[in-house]
Nanobody, 126 residues
């Protein structure tokens, strides 16, 4: 069982930035591809970004390319989502997730991920 804990959410003005950490309580953290998803009120959960288990590859939703960056620090067992130029439409709960151990690549589908954090609220004001 991989426990994931997101933090770093909060209220930010449109155009602002936030950096979300997701701490994994797992000794084999490096063996898991990690993803970020978000869910706005009344909408389905959507893919935001993913990073491969070794950290050599990343994938982004088209809507965040060039503004968001996903990276990981294996020494801290933490994956980060750096968000720039935030828009009010990006308000929602942001979740990190871990794919099955040793999964290759950057999974885009929520159904691929086995473990989820509790989420952190991000509110972008206009």
């Amino acid at each position: 069982q991989v426990q994931l804990v997101e933090s770093g959410g909060g209220l930010v003005q449109a155009g602002g930035s936030l950096r979300l950490p997701c701490a994994a309580h797992e000794r084999t953290f490096g063996g898991y591809a990690m993803g970020w998803f978000r869910q706005a009120p009344g909408k389905e959960r959507e893919f935001v970004a993913a990073i491969s288990r070794i950290g050599g590859g990343t994938s982004y939703a088209d809507s965040v390319k060039g503004r968001f960056t996903v990276d990981r620090d294996s020494s801290q067992n933490t994956v980060f989502l750096q968000m720039e130029s935030l828009d009010p439409e990006e308000t929602g709960v942001y979740y990190c997730a871990a794919a099955p151990l040793s999964y290759r690549g950057c999974p885009l589908s929520a159904g691929t991920y086995d473990y989820w954090g509790q989420g952190t609220q991000v509110t972008v004001s206009s």
